[in-house]
């Protein structure tokens, strides 16, 4: 690659309370109309302290609630956006929300503002959004949001299987970085250092703080959810999400497939992330020990999931992505194969 192109979030605030000034937030980005897409949990946990905060800022906005991530809701939110003529559209709420007006607003070019109200994967800040339903089993590139309000005493009164889930998505970073290094080395493609580091320095907190996070403290959460941010703006300075998302990513996608609805993205990453480092001969001890201790699921069965369902999705990852060549690409696992190794991590 003789360039690539880097964006990146303008203005991010992180901060406990600091829902309670989202409208002077927006306000930077002068828009004139606003649409907030939600889930109606969310919705009716925060409505009043966001039209609170909304009012008397020069801006007309409108809500829509959406259940599900789907494309259907993505082109549900189009057209209520064209038709309401929004110029910027406002993902809050969990993954969900954020993934749906991620891609909505890449779609009819309005801006993009993520609020997330759960620290469960790094979508909060990337340019990717995961939408079920469409034409592919990974998540779709769009644009990164243009601004990012994290307001951590909401996040932190997430659920905590959701933190969790972060943990998992941050610490898969792990294995997403070394397939990344095997297709600079094997297949001569462009590798960035600085985004590489980046990224495992999110991973890193994760390692290095686990116990801390498992406990729920807030300034865990808020370290646990700038490195999500941050792993997030590396994936927009790496120009793709391959400092992100490796193998363990496709054996996340993978599962979505062949178990759908069982176990949380970031969840299955880090299922996926202790497979892909023993393949990596990297201290997927370490791993696990972190992901027990912030209450990650550190086995199929914590997951509720079949061990012959994690060796298929194993020997399938790699035929979603055939480009993407990780080291599942390189060894092509047969199910035999993938259940000794699910074994040797005890994963099954
Ligand atoms: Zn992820």
């Given at each position: 690659m003789d360039s690539h192109v880097m964006e990146l979030p303008r203005i991010i605030q992180i901060g406990y309370?600091?829902?309670?000034e989202a409208g002077r937030f927006l306000s930077k980005f002068s828009p004139e109309r606003v649409l907030i897409v939600s889930g109606p949990v969310v919705w009716a946990k925060v409505s009043k302290v966001v039209e609170d905060a909304l009012r008397g800022w020069g801006f007309t906005y409108s809500c829509l609630q959406v259940n599900y991530s789907t494309s259907k809701e993505v082109e549900l939110a189009e057209k209520v956006a064209r038709e309401f003529k929004a110029d910027l559209i406002v993902g809050l709420g969990g993954g969900r929300s954020v993934d749906v007006a991620k891609l909505a607003s890449y779609n009819c070019g309005a801006m993009f503002v993520s609020m997330p109200t759960s620290a469960s994967h790094d979508g909060i800040a990337s340019p990717f959004a995961s939408i079920k339903g469409g034409n592919r089993p990974y998540s779709y590139n769009t644009k990164p949001p243009i601004g990012v309000l994290a307001d951590v005493d909401l996040i932190a009164q997430a659920p905590r299987r959701l933190l969790a889930s972060g943990c998992g998505d941050l610490v898969s970073k792990i294995t997403a970085v070394r397939d990344w290094m095997l297709a600079r080395d094997e297949k001569h493609e462009y590798y960035g250092k600085y985004a590489a580091n980046l990224a495992l320095m999110s991973a890193e907190i994760v390692l290095s703080e686990a116990k801390g996070i498992g406990g729920g403290g807030k300034e865990y959460v808020r370290d646990l959810v700038e490195a999500l941010i941050s792993a997030g703006v590396a994936a927009g300075i790496a120009g793709s999400s391959r400092p992100c998302s490796g193998s363990e990513h496709l054996f996340s996608h993978a599962l979505d497939i062949i178990a759908p609805n069982i176990g949380l993205h970031g969840e299955k990453c880090g299922l996926g992330a202790l497979m892909m480092a023993k393949l990596y001969n990297l201290d997927w001890e370490r791993l696990r020990c972190a992901l027990r201790d912030v209450n990650a699921p550190v086995s199929a069965l914590d997951l509720g999931l079949d061990a012959d369902r994690v060796a298929e999705a194993l020997v399938l990852a790699p035929a979603l992505r055939p480009e993407r060549y990780t080291i599942l690409h390189k060894l092509r696992l047969s199910f035999e194969d993938a259940k000794a190794l699910a074994k040797d991590v005890e994963v099954i």
């Open positions: 309370g600091v829902l309670k």
